[in-house]
């Protein structure tokens, strides 16, 4: 069955950076973009952008435009959002979320909570 | 950016109850419409995409409807593993943007 599943939990400073990371199985990696929404604590669910997973060239929603950077690790069928110097407005749960066809979502990782506190 | 919203933003229902929730969009999105499930700490389910198609395993006591700005999300005969939070979002233009929530409690 296809699985997403992400990295474990992160609490960094103002200013660090994290990278996490999201393993995909159960079909093939490269077929499908992989796109990444935040989730702010007790908030909606904002869409940040995708990865083309084939060509790996990223996409970012205008409010994720320089300190954010989605990568690729095709081989190991993994992507990863990495941001950096992080701010405490950036403390949020990350999803992954593979989509079906044009933005509908059926596939997402479990989320990281990533915490930035001083 | 289409904006979507939500109402109601809470909801009380008691059990075997009917529920709607409404989604509005800012223009037309043609039927391009989703709503998701999710839990407390979990991520969100996909139940409804293109405005009235059931997604695979998710009950038949669910349903949506609507077109053009306005479309619904009903839940039928509600049950308490309904209590969630459903989200609106639409996948007619990029970047797809989601209503604000409504969350649903037992009565």
């Known amino acids: 069955q296809i699985q997403l599943v992400q990295s474990g939990p992160e609490l960094k400073k103002p200013g660090e950076s994290v990278k996490i990371s999201c393993k995909a199985s159960?079909?093939?990696?490269?077929?499908?973009?992989m796109h990444w929404v935040k989730q702010a604590p007790g908030k909606g669910l904002k869409w940040m952008g995708w990865?083309?997973?084939?060509?790996?060239?990223?996409t970012y929603a205008d409010d994720f435009k320089g300190r954010f950077v989605f990568s690729l690790e095709a081989s190991a069928s993994t992507a990863n959002l990495q941001i950096s110097n992080l701010k405490n407005e950036d403390t949020a749960t990350y999803f992954c979320?593979?989509?079906?066809?044009?933005?509908?979502?059926?596939?997402w990782g479990q989320g990281v909570m990533v915490t930035v506190s001083s | 950016d289409i904006q979507m919203t939500q109402s109601p933003a809470s909801l009380s229902a008691s059990l075997g109850e009917t529920v709607t929730i409404e989604c509005l969009a800012s223009?037309?999105?043609?039927?391009?419409l989703a709503w998701y499930q999710q839990k407390p700490g979990k991520s969100p389910q996909l139940l409804i995409y293109?405005?009235?198609s059931l997604n695979d395993g998710v009950p038949s006591r669910f349903s949506g409807s609507g077109s053009g700005t306005q479309y619904s999300l009903k839940i039928n005969s509600l049950q308490s593993e309904d209590v969630s939070i459903y989200f609106c979002?639409?996948?007619?233009?990029?970047?797809?943007?989601f209503g604000g929530g409504t969350k649903l409690e037992l009565k």
């Open positions: 293109y405005a009235n």
């Open positions: 990865i083309n997973t084939y060509t790996g060239k990223p």
């Open positions: 979002q639409q996948n007619y233009d990029s970047p797809p943007t």
């Open positions: 979320a593979r989509d079906y066809s044009s933005y509908i979502y059926p596939y």
């Open positions: 159960g079909y093939t990696f490269t077929d499908y973009a």
């Open positions: 223009e037309d999105i043609y039927s391009n």
